[in-house]
Structure formats: C-alpha cells, structure tokens
C-alpha cells in the first residue's frame, strides 16, 4: 500500500508530508482547495507526464516521493530485479521537477527512465475517474483483466508455450523451404564448385606455408652453386687440406733434430688444418640443407597459383575456401534429402498449429464461460448505482485463423446504457458519470483480482447524490477489504464510510500574499463538521450536524 506522501514546492503546496493506512481514506475539501494538486503530485511520483508549469513560483524545483509498503510476493520486485534495481522491502519513488521542464526519478534513491518509474507505478497504483485513461478503460487490457478475474493464468501460459512452439516449427519449415529453393537455383554451379574444391581439397594457412616453402626454395637455388664452388676448393682436386697434411708430418719428423725450433709453426698448421675442415663440414651441411628438387618447386608454384585462383573465383580468402565447401556440401546435402527433411518439419509445423489451436479454443471456452460469470457479477451491482436499466457486455470475438500469443480472443469491455440504445465500447458509450459507476461495479466484481494494491478514485460521485452516492461509498468500503482505497469526493454519504479522512484546505502564508494548500487528518467533531458542511454547504445548521453523526454512526450498516 501507499504509506507516505512527501511533496515539496508543488503548485500551491510549500512542505507536505502524508501518511497513509490500511483501508478507505477519504479527502475532502471546497472546490479548488487543491485536491487535484495531491493527484497531480501522486502521479507524478509514479512516472506521469512531467511539466514545468507544476513547481511552486519563484523555485528552481519541486519533489514527490511516494513510498510503499509492498509484500515479498508482489510482482514489482520482479520487474525491479529485471532492472537491476536493489531493495531491502519498502520502496520508494521520486520524482523531481526543474521549472525548466525536466525531470529526473528515483526508484530508492537509484536513477531510474521515466519510462522505468512509470512501469513500476503501474503496479502499484491504480487512479479512476471521469476521465481515467488508465486500468479498466484501456481495451488492450481487458482480455489480461478476465483471465485475471477468471484465473486463467495457466491456461494463458500453456496457450502461450504452444504458440512459441508452433511458431519455431513454420520458422525451421520456412528457413528449409528457402535453403532448398535457393538450392536448386544453382545446383549446376554447387555441383562443379564442390567437385572443383573437393577435388583441390583447399586447407586452412595453406596459401601461407606454400608461398613461404617457395621463397626458400627460390633463394637456394641462387645460392647453390657458390656453395658448390666453395666446397670443391676445401674438398677438390686443389684442395690445400691434403698438402698442408703431408707438410705438417714431414715437419713433425724434423722437431727431434731442433727441438723448440718447428713447434709453433706446427701448433699454427694444426689450427688451420681444423678451421679449414669444420669449413669444409659446413658447406657441405648447407649443400644440403640447399639441396632441393626443382620438380618439387614446380608442383609448390602450380599449388600456390591454383590456390590463389580459386580464391579470385569464389571472392574469398584462401583460408576462407574449406568452409565455403562444407556449406556448398551442405547446400546441396539439402537439395538430395531435403523433401525428407521438408515432409518431416512440415507434419511437425501441422502438429504444433493443431496443438495451438485445440488449446486456444479451450481458452476461448473458459474465457466464455468467465465472461458470463463476470457479466453476472457487474450486472448485481448497477441497480444500486442507478443504472437498473444499463447492461454491462463483455464483447468477445473469438477467430480461428487470429491466432497470437494471448489465444484467439479479443476481448473488450461494452456497455448498454439504456434499452433500445446501441452497445457499445465502455469509454465511447457511457457519459462521465456513468462510467465512474461502471468501473466501481467493475472493480467491486474484480476485488482484488487483477488490482494493483492501491486504487485511487478521483470524483467518481461527481453528479450523484443520495442513494446513488451512499451506494458508492458502500462499494468503496467493500473494496477497502481487500486492498487501499484512497477517493478523493464530495459526497458525505462516500465520505462518511472511510476509515480516515484528510480535510483539503488553502491558508494564507503569514508575511506573504499568496496562499497555500494544506491537509489536515479529522476525526472526531472536525470530522463531524467537515461533513456537515458537506451536507449544508457554508451556512452549517444544528439539522445537518445531526444528519453528519447518523451518517458516520451507520457507515458500516448495509454495505
């Protein structure tokens, strides 16, 4: 429920605070004492539209916040952890208003889209009156608000998953459908396309390791015969390794006859000797490392430039070519078993739209049967409200091939206002008090079926009076039972049977020439009074007095 109301620098109200409890609370007060200005600023917490012409003249700003005191189990926690939004129980929205026109909301103290607040504020509160454009009036939602008073939600969830379910199976039959005719458009070009690349059988980095196995073959071929040429001095008919050999041993027989004399030169022979043979070892490494056979560098190139031509036909990467024939496969595996695969998903797409349609027309069944009882349960309650001869339809047109998620319905709410006259769609047909009461009726049948916990009801005695408003203030407090009630009205017979009530007045500001809007919660002989001169009007007589009490002392009688 709504627990407070904080308003700050809007319109006529400077400082507001307000606390709400259980039940019907009532606020009264004289003709632009600045009721709509509570509802104003109630709506705007919930995400309404903002305007700058709502902040008090002379500030910058002006602030709503509404906080709610919401049970674990209701639906708006939902859509908050949806938004990423913490809570630790109570809620709490604001709204602040720049005179400049913007506005900035807050869903507990965390920045949230207008359009954000207003979802939430949709679950919360629910506002009626003459003019409501919201809850019952809206047409779209009369089917959600019969299968709500109905409790059809799981028949709506089943009808639902069979529709998800049929829906995917004319997808999969349309996408196949699509392969397989854009298929055989050029089943000449697949064939030869994946004969010509399964054939050629393309792999991936191949381009890359061909065109680099080809650069070192090319580059050893250039260097190739200076190696030879090389190696022919070390290890030819000229090589010096063999005469150097036949010298040093010639030298080491005379060092007996000079000690002292031959050995470094000897020592000097040996080094050489070694450096020119780990030369000779060498060369012969890189000849072979060298070494190639040009056939091979003639089927690398023939690979490379047949790799790369396939790439320019089929305008893609080399590396791209492999998968382009798997999909070219299965394209074609498509087009040689698809009117299998075809013959399957379209029993599957037949099977799905029968399931669809066997449960739609059981929902539309039970929607049927839920209308009658709804019908039966408005219609209970228009006598009292004076619409003895008004009719309350539920005008549902149910059509096999509509099918949508929701079913085969469309359901909307009609009314009759008099016998001989059209039907017609309730917000069209009924005049403005005539639709207050047709909604009263409405939400009295509903309870708290399909409501949100807080119902706000702007005026809706506006234009009766007598038995036709006691019978409002009746149903009012009956609805009190089951969730908040808030009226703003003018009828004492309305007000007389709320659990509190709050006096709407404008003051002048002391030290100012301006005035500003005010409440005050009554009970007792102010309450008393206030009725009265709801009764009386400005001149309060000792008969209306008594008529305030007998109607305070028998509100909880006939209801």
Do not use: C
């Not at 697949?190 to 580059?219: D, N």
């Not at 009726?441 to 005695?461: H, N, Q, Y």
């Amino acid at each position: 429920m709504l627990a407070s109301l904080s308003i700050r620098d809007i319109v006529l109200i400077d400082r507001l605070d307000l606390e709400f409890g259980d039940g019907m609370t009532v606020l009264t007060g004289e003709t632009g004492a600045g009721k709509s200005i509570l509802l104003d600023s109630l709506s705007l917490a919930l995400g309404g539209r903002g305007d700058g012409g709502l902040v008090r003249a002379g500030q910058k700003q002006g602030q709503v916040v509404a906080m709610f005191d919401i049970a674990p189990s209701h639906p708006v926690f939902a859509l908050l952890a949806e938004q990423g939004l913490d809570h630790d129980g109570d809620l709490l929205l604001r709204r602040v208003q720049n005179a400049d026109g913007r506005t900035r909301a807050y869903v507990n103290d965390q920045p949230v889209s207008a359009g954000t607040l207003r979802l939430i504020g949709e679950g919360l509160v629910e506002i009626h009156g003459q003019h409501d454009d919201r809850a019952l009036v809206d047409a779209s939602q009369h089917r959600v608000l019969l299968d709500a008073f109905g409790g059809l939600q799981g028949d709506v969830d089943r009808v639902r998953e069979s529709y998800k379910v049929w829906r995917k199976a004319e997808r999969d039959l349309a996408a196949l459908e699509k392969t397989i005719e854009e298929a055989r458009k050029e089943a000449d070009y697949l064939a030869a396309s994946v004969e010509e690349l399964g054939t050629f059988a393309p792999i991936v980095g191949e381009e890359e390791e061909l065109a680099q196995r080809r650069t070192t073959m090319m580059q050893s071929e250039k260097v190739a015969t200076d190696l030879n040429e090389a190696y022919e001095v070390l290890d030819g008919n000229g090589s010096p390794i063999p005469s150097l050999a036949s010298m040093m041993r010639r030298l080491e027989r005379k060092t007996e006859q000079m000690p002292g004399l031959l050995e470094p030169t000897l020592s000097h022979l040996n080094i050489a000797l070694n450096a020119l043979e780990d030369a000779r070892s060498s060369l012969e490494e890189a000849q072979r490392r060298t070494d190639f056979d040009p056939r091979e560098l003639e089927m690398i190139e023939e690979r490379l430039f047949a790799l790369r031509a396939l790439s320019r036909k089929h305008k893609l990467p080399s590396d791209e070519l492999a998968g382009l024939l798997e999909r070219m496969r299965a394209e074609l595996d498509a087009l040689d078993h698809g009117e299998e695969r075809l013959v399957a998903l379209r029993a599957a797409a037949s099977d799905t739209k029968v399931a669809y349609d066997k449960a739609a027309a059981s929902l539309s069944k039970q929607r049927a049967k839920v209308a009658k009882d709804l019908i039966r349960q408005v219609m209970a309650e228009l006598p009292s409200l004076k619409l003895e001869a008004a009719k309350f339809i539920v005008n549902q047109t149910a059509e096999a091939d509509s099918r949508g998620e929701d079913g085969i319905d469309q359901i909307e709410f009609w009314v009759q206002t008099n016998p001989g006259t059209r039907p017609g769609p309730m917000m069209k047909v009924a005049s403005g008090g005539e639709l207050s009461r047709f909604l009263l009726a409405l939400k009295v049948a509903m309870a708290d079926k399909g409501s949100a916990p807080t119902l706000v009801f702007d005026e809706i005695d506006t234009g009766v009076g007598g038995a036709v408003a006691d019978a409002i203030g009746r149903r009012l407090a009956r609805l009190a039972q089951n969730v908040q009630v808030l009226s703003v009205t003018h009828a004492p017979q309305v007000a007389s049977r709320a659990n509190a009530h709050m006096r709407i007045a404008k003051t002048p500001v002391k030290g100012e020439d301006r005035v500003a809007t005010g409440v005050t919660l009554i009970d007792g002989d102010h309450r008393e009074e206030e009725i009265a001169r709801m009764l009386a009007g400005e001149v309060i007589s000792d008969e209306a007095r008594a008529a305030a009490r007998h109607l305070i002392s028998g509100k909880t009688t006939g209801a």
